[in-house]
């Protein structure tokens, strides 16, 4: 029960980092966050996993800004920046789930990655960002209202907001759902 205590609490603390510091830019640094939230009323324990999972998070966005390679460097006509930067996904391209990814994000929460990639709101780099993270964080399966917290910090991250429909289905409540 205590383990289930600290999954959520440190969700928890995410929530709260994206609603008080929606404007990335305005989020303080890691050490000043960490007061932030002590004074916010947040136990030692759930904070500190927040903060180590959010560092992974802005490494990783950090690394893939810094990895893209300018729009002119796309063209088969510049070799010169070929080997540098990510490499832009065909859209015959296909991701397979490795079986740990499998096991920990469980098919509800992949069946969620794949509605998101398939509809254009989230693009390869951001969709392994999202995996990278999932796979950081506690829960075996990973629930789908987690999951749904690191796409919208993966949002978050790169200073983006998702468009309203995507932002509705991300903070829909799953259980509130009645099928028609």
Not at 25 to 47: N, Q, S, V, Y
Not at 123 to 131: A, F, Q, S, Y
């Amino acid at each position: 029960m205590a383990y289930l205590r600290y999954i959520e609490s440190m969700f928890e603390v995410l929530v709260y980092v994206y609603e008080n510091y929606w404007q990335g830019d305005a989020c303080p640094e890691l050490h000043h966050l960490g007061r932030k939230l002590t004074a916010a009323g947040f136990e030692a324990e759930e904070i500190q996993a927040a903060l180590v999972w959010l560092d992974g998070l802005n490494t990783a966005a950090q690394s893939t800004q810094i990895c893209l390679p300018p729009e002119e460097s796309a063209s088969p006509h510049n070799t010169r920046h070929a080997n540098q930067g990510v490499q832009a996904q065909s859209s015959d391209s296909l991701r397979i789930y490795s079986v740990t990814e499998q096991e920990h994000l469980g098919a509800e929460s992949l069946g969620f990655v794949s509605f998101l990639e398939s509809s254009g709101v989230l693009p390869p780099h951001m969709r392994e960002i999202v995996l990278d993270r999932a796979m950081a964080a506690p829960g075996d399966p990973l629930s789908l209202d987690d999951l749904k917290i690191i796409v919208l910090m993966v949002y978050w991250s790169f200073g983006e907001e998702p468009d309203a429909l995507v932002l509705d289905e991300l903070c829909d409540d799953t259980e509130q759902r009645i099928a028609h």
